[in-house]
Structure formats: C-alpha cells, structure tokens
C-alpha cells in the first residue's frame, strides 16, 4: 500500500522573511524612516499579542512603530479624538487601529476617520473602492499577503478556478478583486452556499476564510489544488484553521496553520506603510 500523498507545504514565515528584507531595501532609500502607529483598546490577549508581532517586525525593518494603547471603556468620542490626531499628524506615514474594537465601540466610523493615504490596513471605503475599480489604493494585508504566496510558491492563477470560502470585508470580497486582477474565475462562497463541496471541488485554488475550523474537508479538494487556509480557531488550546488536516492528503500544496497566511499578513502591514510613505512623500 503506497504512502499517502503530501502536499507541498507553503511556508508562510519563509515568504515573510523574503518580504521583510526587500522592505529593508525600501526603507534605508528613503531619507526619514516611516511611522506607524497602532491604535489598541483594552487589553485582548490575542490583539496585544498581534499588536507586538506588527510592531517588532515593523522596528526590524527600521521602521519607526509605537503603539498607542487605550482603556477597555474608552467611549467612541475619546477613541474618534485620538484617532483623528494621530491621522493629522503629518510625520505619520501609516494608522493602524487593531480590531475587533470592544463591542460598545462602532468600527466603521473609527475606520473612516483614518485618512485613505495612511490606511495600512485598507479598509477605507475609498480604498475598497479603488481596489475593486482596478486604480492604485491601500491593499487589505491578508489578501495581498495570498498573492504574494501565490508568487513566491510560483502557484499559478492566469485562468485558474478560485473558490473563496467566506465573504467578508476583511478577507473574501478583497481577496475576490485580487484575484480577479490576475485573471483568474472567482467564485465568492460562504457557508450557507448550497452544495459548497460541490463547488469547492472544482476549484483550483481554494481561500478558505470563514473562521469555522474544518469547514473544508479532504473529501471536498480536487486532487493537486491549492489550498489557502485563513481562517483561525482554538479548539482544546489549540490553534486550527479552516482546513481539515485530511486535506494535506489530498492538495498538491497548501500553507500550515499556525505560520501559514498570519505571518505574510503582519510582513504586508509593514510592506503597506512603506508604500504609504513612498507615496506620500513622492507627491511632496
């Protein structure tokens, strides 16, 4: 009986270091290293601890990064001042305000106070709608970050099946334009798509984005796809992802979880603040 298959594993860290170190490159050209700030409230174990992996990586490539980190009952008013002095400031290249936001707290109007240019996140809806015209604009990390996968593993998108499982604002419907940018057929499903193995099946490329650990099985995988896990659970103490392990059994490549796609997003926060420094001072 022959072993089974073993998909080529997609290193997520090894892409991070290769961007790291061309983000170097960019930042010793520029006459004034880049700043970013990060705008944290309360005290979430898991939030603090992405906030640091952000800020140490961004200090690593000679960035200047501080965090700026609030009360857990900070009302919107006191989070909207804060927010709105630290975009004001114009030795800030790039804003990041860490989410989820503590639910007594409205993202949307916190987002859309962050000036589109320092937005290194991208979620600006001035952004979003830049990316989906096809026109330069701040890319959401986590979707870029799957492209620069695709092209540092050399896995193929020109008239490939993509199948995006989740349809959020932060992952799926950007990661959708992305995708379609380099010419592959999307498909943008969810969980409640009827006949989502079906569908999965067929792809070519699989995004699973949906935060429900194993919603993609082995069973549902066409032999030799690629498969994208973005999504993130604890279970028992551990860190899962979206992918069932079955599913190494089965794709032809596929990034682990953890130190799959979460350390190529933390290195396109760092890759998206220099290009907001670049651009901002190139209009200067």
């Not at 540092?152 to 995708?179: D, M």
């Not at 490329?205 to 993130?232: E, H, T």
């Amino acid at each position: 009986m022959s072993a089974p298959v073993t998909a080529k594993r997609l290193d997520g860290r090894q892409v991070a270091d290769a961007i790291a170190a061309r983000v170097t490159e960019r930042v010793a050209a520029l006459e004034v290293a880049p700043r970013l700030v990060f705008v944290r409230v309360g005290e979430d174990p898991a939030s603090a601890s992405y906030v640091r992996s952000k800020q140490r990586l961004a200090q690593r490539v000679g960035l200047r990064a501080e965090t700026l980190v609030m009360d857990a009952d900070t009302d919107q008013a006191a989070l909207m001042t804060t927010v709105r002095a630290v975009v004001e400031d114009d030795d800030v290249d790039g804003v990041l305000v860490q989410l989820p936001l503590p639910e007594h707290l409205d993202e949307r109007p916190v987002l859309e106070a962050i000036d589109p240019e320092k937005d290194v996140d991208g979620f600006h809806a001035v952004n979003v709608g830049r990316l989906w015209s096809g026109l330069p604009g701040m890319v959401p990390c986590t979707p870029l970050g799957l492209l620069e996968i695709c092209d540092h593993f050399e896995v193929p998108l020109l008239g490939q099946r993509v199948v995006i499982v989740g349809r959020s604002n932060l992952v799926g419907k950007p990661a959708a334009a992305l995708f379609l940018r380099r010419h592959a057929t999307v498909t943008l499903a969810h969980s409640r798509t009827r006949d989502l193995a079906g569908l999965v099946s067929e792809a070519d490329v699989v995004v699973a984005a949906v935060g429900r650990a194993g919603i993609v099985q082995g069973s549902m995988v066409k032999p030799g796809a690629a498969v994208l896990d973005v999504g993130m659970s604890r279970i028992d103490g551990r860190i899962v992802g979206d992918v069932a392990p079955d599913v190494w059994e089965v794709a032809g490549s596929m990034t682990p979880m953890p130190g799959g796609t979460g350390p190529v997003t933390v290195a396109m926060v760092v890759q998206n603040t220099v290009t907001a420094a670049e651009r901002r001072r190139n209009k200067v």
